[in-house]
């Protein structure tokens, strides 16, 4: 079974940052492309960032490009949101997620989920 722990969540003032973390148990995590998700209250489920299999390839958001970087360490199963230039807008729940067929921006071609971390951004 394959569990997703997400962690670096918390509250910041706009245009500061923060990383996000996700660490993966239970899968041999180079043969899953990766991505982190968001969710605002009352909104649906968006697409953040993801990231191939062996980080040769990403893919962003167009609210976020030039703001945030995914990356991953495929030996330390971790996955990696580096957050710049935050904005009140990006207030969410942050989750990543695993797919084995490669990066999508789909959140049901995901495989498994994390449960999510808080990101809260103050004007």
């Known amino acids: 079974q394959v569990e997703l722990v997400e962690s670096g969540g918390g509250l910041v003032q706009a245009g500061g940052s923060l990383r996000l973390s996700c660490v993966a148990r239970?899968?041999?995590?180079?043969?899953?492309?990766m991505g982190w998700f968001r969710q605002a209250p009352g909104k649906e489920r968006e697409f953040v960032a993801s990231i191939e299999k062996n980080g040769d390839s990403t893919r962003y958001a167009d609210s976020v490009k030039d703001r945030f970087t995914i990356s991953r360490d495929n030996a330390k199963n971790t996955v990696l949101l580096q957050m710049n230039s935050l904005k009140p807008e990006d207030t969410a729940v942050y989750s990543c997620?695993?797919?084995?067929?490669?990066?999508?921006?789909?959140?049901?071609?995901?495989?498994?989920w994390g449960q999510g971390t808080q990101v809260t951004v103050s004007s």
């Open positions: 997620a695993g797919e084995f067929e490669g990066s999508s921006s789909r959140p049901i071609d995901y495989d498994f």
């Open positions: 239970g899968a041999t995590f180079i043969r899953y492309a």
